[in-house]
């Protein structure tokens, strides 16, 4: 497994970085550091020709103004929901069941 990483942008003053997991066949996926976000996923089709599969943005700017959640891995409660619940739209909505 190959592992690399470089800067995407930088969001308050910080970098916020891409990193990209490569296996021994060449598929690789690219995840950001701002909440997980999936930027590419390359993997072959049947001739064995590598193309990038996801539906991305090309800077972090757009990621954090544009907000389409193109490659969201995780969703924006995730890991901050007190007691296993939220309030969406006047409803609440419990994230655990019984």
Known sequence: MKITERVFGKLNDKDVMAITLENKSGASITATTF?????????????????NI??????????????????ATIGRVA???????????????PTRTK
């Not at 909440?35 to 193309?51: Q, R, V, Y």
């Not at 996801?54 to 490659?71: C, S, W």
């Not at 890991?79 to 939220?86: C, L, P, V």
């Open 35 to 51: 909440g997980a976000t999936l930027l590419e996923w390359s993997a072959p089709d049947k001739n064995g020709n590598f193309a």
């Open 54 to 71: 996801t539906i991305g943005l090309d800077n972090l700017d757009d990621y954090v103004n544009n907000r389409p959640f193109y490659g």
């Open 79 to 93: 890991g901050r929901i007190a007691d296993g619940k939220f309030e969406l739209n006047g409803k609440k909505i």
